[in-house]
C-alpha cells in the first residue's frame, strides 16, 4: 500500500495544471486507485468530476472514463484537459487570433478606427462589469474572445484556447481586479497598471503548449475513449451495472460556492459554455454543498436520515446552534444519499467506489462526513472495504473550512473504498 500524502510530489504534470481548480484532487491520489481498482479497458465514471483529474489519469493509464459536473465551466476545462490534441494545430489557430487581436488593438489606438473593429471590441453587458474589469481588460478580453470564436478551426481546439481564457480571468494573479479568484470569496484588487491581456494570454497558452505536449507523449494507450458531460450527480444518465469503478472528491457540505467562483469568466464565455450569465447565476443553488437557498419552517430531521446514527447525531447538535446550518447539512446528507444510490445502480457487482472527502466543522460542530458516508454506503449494498486516512500538506489544499475552533487545521482527508455486494 503507498503512502497517499504523496510529500513533494509533483502535482501538475501531464495536463493537470492546464486550469486551476479549487478542491482539486491530487492526481496521484487518483492514480493510486485507478492502479489498485481497476485494470486497462475498464470503466471509471467521476459523477463529480471538477477539473477533470480522474479522467486526465484515466486516460493516461488506458481506461474509458466519463465525468459529469453540474458546472458548464468544469466539463469544459475537463474536457480539455483530458483531450490529446497535436501541438501544430494549436500554434497554428493560436498565431492566428493573436495575431487578428493585436491587429485590433493597434487599430483602436488610431485617430478614427474602423466602426467595425470599434464594434466588435465593445464588451458585453453585465452586473458589476466596470467594477471588476479596467476599461482596457474589457477592450482586450473582448476583442480575444470575438476572435477565438470566429478563426476556423477544429471545435477541439477552440476549446482549448478557451480555456486558456478562461485561465486569464481564474487564477492567483487574475487580469479581473481580484485575487485569488479560483477561491469562493473574491478579493477585489484594483491593478495598479492595466495588465498586458495579450502577454498574458501568449505566455498561458505556450504554458499548456507545453503541458498538452506532455500529456501527448505519457499517453501512450491508443483507443481510450473519455468524456466530460454536464450532468447531475443525483440523477446520473449511465446505464445500471455498467462501471467498473467510481472515483469521486465530492464537495463538502457549506464550503466552496463554485458558481460564486466561476462567475468572473462567465459572462465572457457564455457561447462555449451554452448557458447565459443569468442563467448561470441561478444554477448556483442547485450545486451539492451550497450555502445557497431559503429554507422556511422549523428544522426536524428527515426521515430519510433518521437511520443514520451519525448524521442524526450532528443534525441534532447543529439544531441547537443554527437551525439553517442544521437545515443545510441536511440538504447536503439528502443530496449525498442520492448520489450514493445512483453510484450503487451504475457500478457492477463487485465493483468499486472510492470516495475522497475531508470532516469539516460547522458552526463549531464536527461532522464526520466519512462516517455519514460510509454509513449511507451500507443501506445501499456499498461495503466499506478500507478506509484511508491522508494528511492534506499541500498549502492549495488548506481551504477555510477546514480550520477547527481556534484555528487548528484540519487537516486528515478520508478515502473511502466501498465494494459493491
Ligand atoms: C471537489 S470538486 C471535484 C474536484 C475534482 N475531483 C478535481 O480533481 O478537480 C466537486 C465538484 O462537484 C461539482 N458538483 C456540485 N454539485 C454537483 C451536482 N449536483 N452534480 C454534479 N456535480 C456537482 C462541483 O461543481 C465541483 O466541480
Known amino acids: 500500500m503507498p503512502d497517499l500524502n504523496f510529500d513533494g510530489q509533483r502535482t501538475w504534470y501531464a495536463t493537470h495544471g492546464l486550469h486551476s481548480y479549487a478542491a482539486k484532487c491530487p492526481p496521484q491520489l487518483v492514480r493510486f486507485g485507478l492502479s489498485y ?8 465514471l467521476d459523477p463529480m468530476v471538477g477539473g477533470g483529474t480522474t479522467l486526465v489519469e484515466s486516460c493516461l493509464l488506458g481506461r474509458d472514463a466519463i465525468g459529469y ?26 498565431l492566428k487570433v493573436s495575431s487578428l487581436v493585436e491587429a485590433d488593438l493597434a487599430e483602436l489606438k488610431k485617430q478614427a478606427p474602423a466602426s467595425s473593429v470599434v464594434k466588435r471590441a465593445t464588451p458585453p453587458e453585465f452586473h458589476n462589469r466596470d467594477y471588476w474589469f479596467l476599461p482596457e481588460v474589457s477592450q482586450a478580453l473582448t476583442l480575444l474572445a470575438y476572435h477565438i470564436e470566429q478563426v476556423e478551426m477544429r471545435r477541439s481546439v477552440r476549446e ?32 495598479p497598471e492595466p495588465p498586458d491581456v495579450m502577454a498574458k494570454f501568449k505566455s498561458r497558452v505556450n504554458l499548456m503548449r507545453q503541458q ?31 462501471i467498473d469503478l467510481v472515483f469521486t472528491s465530492p464537495p463538502y457540505a457549506t464550503a466552496i460556492d463554485y458558481s460564486r467562483a466561476h462567475f468572473l469568466a462567465v459572462p465572457w464565455m457564455s457561447g462555449v459554455l451554452g448557458v447565459t450569465f443569468d442563467k448561470y447565476l441561478l444554477l448556483g443553488p442547485s450545486y451539492i454543498g451550497t450555502e ?55 457500478l457492477r457487482t463487485g465493483g468499486h467506489a472510492i470516495v475522497v472527502v475531508c470532516p469539516s466543522h460547522i ?21 466499506t472495504k478500507k478506509l484511508h486516512t491522508r494528511t492534506i500538506n499541500e498549502r492549495r489544499r488548506i481551504l477555510p473550512y477546514m480550520l477547527e475552533e481556534f484555528g487548528k487545521r484540519m487537516d486528515t482527508e478520508y478515502v473511502i473504498i466501498f465494494q459493491k455486494s
Open 160 to 191: 482549448f484556447l478557451w480555456v486558456a481564457f478562461s485561465s486569464l480571468i481564474l487564477a492567483r494573479t487574475s487580469v479581473a481586479n481580484a485575487r485569488d479568484v479560483i477561491h469562493s470569496r473574491h478579493h477585489y484588487w484594483e491593478h
Open 37 to 44: 481498482y481497476s485494470k486497462p479497458g475498464d470503466r471509471i
Open 212 to 242: 498538452m505536449r506532455e500529456f501527448v507523449e505519457k499517453n501512450r494507450v491508443e483507443d481510450v475513449v473519455t468524456r466530460a458531460h454536464i450532468g447531475d450527480a443525483r440523477c446520473l444518465r449511465v446505464r445500471s451495472e455498467s
Open 292 to 346: 445557497r437557498g431559503r429554507f422556511r419552517g422549523d428544522f426536524t430531521i428527515h426521515q430519510k436520515l433518521r437511520r443514520y446514527e451519525t448524521a442524526h447525531s450532528v443534525l441534532s447538535r447543529l439544531a441547537e446552534t443554527s437551525p439553517r446550518h442544521a437545515k443545510l447539512t441536511q440538504r447536503y446528507f439528502l443530496d449525498m444519499q442520492q448520489v450514493f444510490t445512483r453510484i450503487a445502480r451504475v
Open 69 to 94: 459536473d453540474i458546472d458548464p465551466l468544469a466539463r469544459l476545462i475537463a474536457k480539455v484537459k483530458s483531450y490529446p490534441l497535436s501541438d501544430t494545430v494549436i500554434e497554428r489557430a493560436f
Open 363 to 383: 458552526r463549531k460542530v464536527a461532522v464526520p462526513t466519512h462516517t455519514v458516508f460510509t454509513e449511507m454506503g451500507k443501506e445501499f449494498g456499498l461495503r
